[in-house]
């Protein structure tokens, strides 16, 4: 199957910086991207819909200062947490489907965010 | 709206007991996608199965089987014998059909399962 790349798998960063999170599909080209978060011990929910050379689509509650999302290929979308506080961490994945492809989507490894 | 629903938080067996997860969904959509996947300790999401809305057959690969009832909106997840290398946390969820064959999922709540030597 497609892959899906996510980097860093794990970032501690210190109260009041920046974290980058990058989600590239290696071997497709994705026109759309999503961002996931998942608190320890409970279910993925959907941050954004990333889509390709236009503005991401956040969810309801989602502060979109807060989550910058920039999707500036087909490959890579790039999920910034802006002045992180340790109520950000949490584990982050990203999916995407190759465009025009009636198939699954691909999830990347995850990354684990801890703010301290 | 869409909505899925795993009941079972928790689920502990014994190794080569047979378990089943439960999945119940709700959607208006009359076309849709039904995916289950497993997440272990390290957190990434391995995908196990996809099912569209049009095809009720039953499946089964190895000793995995999902038994998919339009009727009653589930799709239930069966694993056979299990083993220990099943532990892990298993996440039912739902799609809306796009036109450009994009995914916007609603997850389940997630099933943590313990298979016990």
């Known amino acids: 199957g497609a892959v899906v790349s996510q980097h860093p798998s794990r970032v501690i960063c210190k109260s009041g910086t920046s974290v980058k999170i990058e989600c590239r599909s290696l071997?497709?080209?994705?026109?759309?991207m999503f961002w996931y978060r998942q608190f320890p011990k409970q279910s993925l929910m959907l941050m954004a819909t990333?889509?390709?050379?236009?503005?991401?689509?956040?969810e309801q509650g989602v502060e979109k200062d807060k989550f910058l999302i920039n999707h500036a290929s087909l490959t890579l979308s790039t999920l910034t947490v802006t002045s992180a506080h340790p109520e950000d961490s949490s584990f982050y994945i990203c999916?995407?489907?190759?465009?025009?492809?009636?198939?699954?989507?691909?999830f990347g490894q995850g990354t684990r965010l801890t703010v301290v | 709206a869409q909505k899925v629903t795993q009941a079972q938080t928790e689920i502990s067996v014994v190794e080569k007991e047979d378990v089943t997860l439960d999945c119940v969904y709700e959607?208006?959509?009359?076309?849709?996608?039904l995916f289950w996947y497993k997440q272990p300790p390290s957190g990434e999401l391995v995908f196990l199965i996809r099912?569209?809305?049009?095809?009720?057959q039953n499946e089964i690969s190895g000793r995995y089987s999902w038994n998919f009832q339009k009727s009653t909106s589930s799709f239930n997840f069966t694993i056979t014998a299990s083993q220990v290398v099943d532990s892990a946390v298993y996440f039912c969820?739902?799609?809306?059909?796009?036109?450009?064959?994009?995914?916007?999922?609603?997850f389940g709540t997630g099933t943590r399962l313990k298979v016990l030597a």
């Open positions: 969820a739902l799609s809306e059909d796009t036109t450009s064959g994009t995914y916007k999922y609603i």
């Open positions: 999916s995407a489907t190759e465009t025009g492809v009636n198939t699954e989507a691909f």
């Open positions: 099912r569209n809305s049009f095809d009720e």
């Open positions: 071997d497709f080209q994705a026109t759309t």
């Open positions: 959607t208006r959509d009359t076309t849709y996608y």
């Open positions: 990333s889509n390709e050379g236009s503005k991401a689509t956040y």
